[in-house]
């Protein structure tokens, strides 16, 4: 139970919110439920399209044409795709998030991922349309030439400050006995390495494993590891 909670800190702390909100404003708590409600069941119905979609891209694009059209290497050219992909979206924005994480798994930098998730959520061609109807095309204008140019240097800023490394990777979806390190939480002490050699070195004063997956024979002294690394960053896939 306490295991579980850990794992869903974020979902436990909003029901404690709500619960609170039951003791403190009752009337407030249920509009706050019926709100959270209407969201939930537009994501039920968006959600689903959204991880086909992901996962259609993720079988037929090849890694390689990710890596030349949005990777580290991509230069400007990348930006301005990125943009194009943001720009042409549909759906809320918290749809784009499955179909970045997608894309940063194949390659694509976090520069380009911020261009998209940043034109997604305030340049969308049907918001541009409906932005000069009301606001006068002069506007929209304006505002697209200032906002894609904030947009590109944030990408820009934001590619250079986070690394990939800091980014879950979705450890707690590893297959059965595969290994991960966090590299972010480790520090490289050496307490793997000297426990299991043959599945562990240090490079750059960070551990990596030697393998992708646990052999029987050995798992005892990888589990050993893995409990006695002080920093808790080594993972093991358990289904
Ligand atoms: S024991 Fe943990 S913190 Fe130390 S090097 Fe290994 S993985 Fe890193």
């Given amino acids: 139970m306490m295991e ?4 869903n800190l974020f979902l436990a702390g909003v029901m404690i919110i709500y619960l ?16 959270s409600g209407y969201y939930l069941k537009e994501m039920l119905i968006i959600m689903p399209v959204v991880f086909l979609l992901t996962a259609l891209i993720e079988a037929w694009i090849p ?3 990710i890596i030349n059209a949005l990777g580290e290497g991509s230069g400007l050219k990348g930006s301005f795709i990125s943009l194009a992909l943001g720009s042409v979206s549909a759906g809320p924005i918290y749809a784009a998030f499955p179909v970045c994480k997608m894309l940063l798994q194949k390659g694509a930098s976090i520069s380009n991922i911020v ?11 049907p918001m541009l349309a409906n932005e ?36 879950p990777s979705g450890e707690d979806n590893l297959s059965k ?9 480790c520090t490289g002490c050496g307490i793997c390495v000297d426990i299991a050699p043959n ?20 798992g005892e002294k990888i589990n050993l590891a893995m ?11 358990e289904n």
């Fill in 4 to 7: 579980k909670i850990k794992k």
């Fill in 20 to 35: 609170l909100l039951f003791v403190i404003n009752t009337e407030k708590a249920v509009l706050s439920i019926k709100n």
């Fill in 63 to 65: 890694k390689d044409m």
């Fill in 115 to 125: 261009v998209i998730l940043s034109s997604w959520a305030v340049i969308k061609i």
């Fill in 132 to 167: 000069a109807k009301f606001l006068g095309p002069k506007f929209m204008i304006v505002r697209w030439i200032f906002t894609t140019a904030a947009i590109i240097s944030m990408g820009y800023i934001i590619g250079k400050l986070v690394n990939k490394d800091e980014i």
């Fill in 177 to 185: 006995d595969s290994i991960k390190i966090n590299k972010q939480a």
């Fill in 199 to 218: 599945y562990f070195k240090l490079e750059n004063r960070k551990a990596i494993p030697l393998t992708d997956t646990i052999k029987n024979k050995n």
């Fill in 227 to 237: 409990r006695e690394c002080p920093m808790n960053a080594i993972k093991i896939g």
